[in-house]
């Protein structure tokens, strides 16, 4: 099992990054994936979901709006689309799978099952 988060980097207040997490090696389709995030000195918390099919998502309130969560099942990819980018954004992301199809909300790490090793995104100026 592999989940392989890519595309963190340093960027400007304001600015926009796309997280991509490619998947391997369990039935991608059939589970719900989450963006988790951990900021030094911080609890790790639970940023956004989706579905397996897309249906619903969830959004952590401080990024509602700023944020998007998409999925391409053929490609076992996940996205996380992170505009107007803040310095409280700044955080280690890591791409998680849940235990099954649903979002259940609140997402707890009870419902989650494999984790990837994360990616740096640092927003400064």
């Known amino acids: 099992v592999q989940l392989q988060a890519s595309g963190g980097g340093l960027v400007q207040p304001g600015g926009s990054l796309r997280l991509s997490c490619a998947a391997s090696g369990f039935t991608f389709d059939r589970r719900s994936i989450n963006w988790f995030r951990q900021a030094p000195g911080k609890e790790r918390e639970a940023v956004s979901c989706?579905?397996?099919?897309?249906?619903?998502?969830y959004y952590l309130d401080s990024v509602k709006g700023r944020f998007t969560i998409s999925r391409n099942n053929a490609r076992n990819t996940v996205y996380l689309q992170m505009n107007s980018l803040k310095p409280e954004d700044t955080a280690v992301y890591y791409c998680v799978s849940g235990k099954e199809r649903l979002c259940h909300v609140p997402l707890v790490l009870q419902d989650m099952d494999y984790w990837g090793k994360g990616t740096q995104v640092t927003v400064s100026s």
């Open positions: 989706i579905t397996s099919s897309s249906g619903f998502t």
